[in-house]
């Protein structure tokens, strides 16, 4: 993973997915969310098949998945 997503992870961890959503939007504009779906007690926000958001049942993020 790059050094800027690690930042980004650091600063959106376990925020509220709808305050983190905008944070990594606006640093990461070329990604749009495709999908977000529910498995297994995580949720999954899918950007553009290249940065995903991986989330606990409290909506909060847990991991940032570059793919």
Request: glycine fraction near 2%; charged fraction near 35%; hydrophobic fraction near 35%.
């Amino acid at each position: 993973m790059s050094a800027d997503l690690k930042e980004l992870e650091k600063k959106v961890m376990d925020m509220d997915v709808e305050q983190a959503r905008p944070i990594v939007q606006a640093e990461y504009p070329e990604y749009k969310i495709l999908q977000e779906s529910l498995s297994k007690g995580y949720h999954e926000i899918f950007y553009s098949d290249t940065l995903r958001l991986v989330l606990d049942d409290d909506n909060k993020v847990k991991q940032i998945i570059p793919g």
